[in-house]
């Protein structure tokens, strides 16, 4: 487990999984970087950000074809539908929150052999604009 800047994040990303990894924008004005954690034996790798005080976590697993990785959502699932960004197809659904007046969001893709997840509890707009800035490699 590593904690680096986003830059060595994503470098480290590229080293240990052989491809470059589809990139998260900064696109929200309260948004940074925080930590990157990487589990080599289940190669997967978790990038949290903050945004505006709220954790949104950027998760990629590159042995999603070997084994299971879930992400459990306890909140009821209110809304599923499929955006297009950059000519790739990108599932979302959309959480209920108890006791909140902000949704939480779980987007998936697959893109060059790796499993992306990104999770986090914010406006519609919000979510949409990060993955529509989503940074796919060549």
């Given at each position: 487990l590593v904690n680096e800047d986003e830059e060595a994040a994503y470098q480290k990303i590229s080293e240990e999984f052989g491809v470059e990894p589809v990139k998260v924008m900064i696109s929200l004005k309260d948004m940074k970087?925080?930590?990157?954690?990487?589990?080599?034996?289940?190669?997967?790798?978790?990038?949290?950000?903050?945004?505006?005080?709220?954790?949104?976590?950027?998760?990629?697993?590159?042995?999603?074809?070997?084994?299971?990785?879930?992400?459990?959502?306890?909140?009821?699932?209110?809304?599923?539908?499929?955006?297009?960004?950059?000519?790739?197809?990108i599932e979302v659904k959309q959480y209920q929150v108890e006791n909140a007046d902000e949704n939480r969001f779980l987007a998936s893709f697959i893109e060059k052999k790796l499993k992306y997840y990104l999770i986090g509890t914010m406006k519609q707009e919000e979510f949409e604009l990060i993955l529509n800035n989503l940074h796919f490699p060549e």
């Open positions: 970087f925080g930590h990157m954690e990487f589990d080599d034996s289940m190669k997967t790798v978790e990038l949290s950000y903050d945004i505006a005080g709220e954790k949104m976590l950027y998760l990629i697993n590159a042995s999603y074809t070997k084994n299971s990785f879930g992400i459990d959502v306890e909140d009821e699932v209110v809304e599923k539908f499929s955006m297009e960004v950059q000519g790739r197809n």
